[in-house]
């Protein structure tokens, strides 16, 4: 038992007797003392807003005290929001975010303080405008929005430095309960049926009803169109649109849309291609239209010369 200890003792003398020893460079604690942006602990953070919220949405944002202990003084700190820094993040995550444009957003402050004795500036707030004249004119993008700590009276930390928002816009389409075909080119009165055929039918809200140009007693060729009145002039970002199902010739193909104040003179909205389906697709104008009025036209369609539409949307 002796000799079972001593062997022991000797082996934990030769141990520490010979490791070597080991100099840490020092290490000073204001080193570890950083100001940063707690919402941007969880990398890019995406939102989906509506054309349709009755109030401006926001996004919350703030600065934090890390380190040890608390502050033993005010920490002044500003925010910004910078178009170089979404060219970064575009160019390190291979992305083409478009920077959400300065008009539709607000920050309610762009500098504050983190008092002595306190972890956080208090929470503030970044409104954003999705409908109206201040809203993107093209909704149909994804926009980037990074919210920066552009300074601070203390070290800020690098990599928590910028909270990265990425906004979509989703269209609400208008309410049609008022809206009225006053115009067309053509209707199939009789032979889709009785509940069949007529432009109505493209405001129904029945996929499987249909507006169809007349081909039973005469068979006019395109362009086709319908006109319809809102009742009230609006902002029109763009239609969807959802074509007859279960076919696959006489769906509109190359189509445009024309709007208007009086319901005379017309100013073009859009023109592009739809895909041969029964799918909804959405159509964005490049641009914004004021207007009460709004005609549809198909110029060429799909392996015929008479088209349908089962329903029309905007907004």
Not at 100 to 107: G, I, R, T, V
Not at 172 to 179: C, G, I, T
Not at 252 to 259: A, G
Request: charged content about 20%.
């Amino acid at each position: 038992m002796k000799s079972t200890l001593i062997l022991f003792l000797i082996a934990v003398f030769l141990f520490f007797g010979c490791k070597d020893k080991v100099n840490l460079p020092d290490q000073p604690l204001s080193d570890y003392i950083q100001v940063y942006l707690p919402q941007a602990v969880n990398g890019p953070v995406t939102y989906n807003f509506s054309t349709g919220d009755t109030a401006a949405p926001s996004i919350i944002y703030g600065a934090d005290y890390g380190g040890f202990g608390y502050p033993d003084k005010d920490v002044a700190v500003s925010f910004g929001v910078d178009a170089a820094v979404a060219d970064s993040f575009n160019l390190a995550n291979n992305t083409d975010y478009a920077l959400l444009p300065a008009k539709s957003y607000a920050m309610s402050d762009t500098s504050a303080v983190i008092k002595k004795g306190e972890l956080s500036t208090m929470p503030f707030k970044i409104t954003l405008h999705t409908t109206g004249d201040k809203a993107p004119d093209d909704i149909s993008k994804t926009y980037i929005l990074p919210i920066s700590l552009k300074s601070a009276s203390l070290a800020i930390n690098p990599t928590l430095q910028t909270y990265y928002c990425l906004i979509n816009i989703v269209p609400a389409f208008f309410d049609r309960s008022d809206w009225k075909i006053i115009d067309f080119s053509s209707q199939e009165a009789e032979g889709e049926g009785a509940d069949n055929g007529r432009a109505v039918f493209a405001l129904d809200g029945n996929n499987n009803t249909y507006w169809h140009t007349e081909w039973k007693d005469a068979r006019p060729g395109p362009p086709h169109y319908i006109t319809i009145d809102m009742g009230v002039s609006k902002r029109i970002l763009g239609s969807a649109l959802v074509d007859r199902q279960n076919v696959n010739s006489g769906r509109p193909e190359e189509i445009e849309f024309f709007v208007s104040e009086n319901g005379s003179d017309w100013k073009s909205a859009y023109s592009g291609t739809l895909l041969n389906t029964g799918d909804q697709q959405k159509v964005f104008f490049e641009k914004p239209v004021q207007g009460r009025y709004v005609k549809f036209q198909v110029n060429t369609i799909y392996s015929s010369d008479i088209t349908n539409l089962a329903e029309l949307y905007l907004f």
